[in-house]
């Protein structure tokens, strides 16, 4: 369900810019409110194209909206940080069977040989 709402999503977000990069200017003016006459008084009626652009636009907010609430209503999912976890429990009870643990298996360093003053040389 959230992939196929996804794919609606960028398909309408693709076709919203080719709409409004389709669409020429209110006015020819290039001031800050040169358009804002026209527009104000109504003298511009609407186009098919800014008709399009207006409900593209809506139907682009209510997919953003609904893509936000959409995780919420599937449930709770895993992260990719619990599914790590469970591959390494799963590794490690695999690799060691016995149920102990591999740390003390392993050597241990010594502190203090590591400790600045307690240097002893190697034996010849």
Request: charge should be positive; hydrophobic fraction near 45%; include cysteine.
């Amino acid at each position: 369900m959230y992939t196929l709402v996804m794919i609606f999503f960028v398909l309408t977000a693709i076709i919203l810019i080719a709409v409004i990069l389709i669409q020429q200017p209110k006015s020819a003016g290039g001031g800050l409110f040169s358009g804002t006459g026209q527009s104000l008084l109504g003298t511009s009626g609407k186009t098919f194209w800014t008709k399009f652009t207006t409900i593209l636009a809506a139907l682009f907010m209510v997919l953003c909206l609904g893509l936000s609430v959409l995780p919420k209503l599937q449930g709770p999912t895993s992260s990719v940080a619990d599914t790590i976890e469970k591959q390494q429990a799963a590794q490690s009870q695999s690799s060691n069977p016995s149920g102990g643990s591999s740390v003390g298996a392993q050597a241990q360093p010594n502190p203090a040989a590591s400790m600045p003053g307690n240097s002893v040389p190697p034996k010849p």
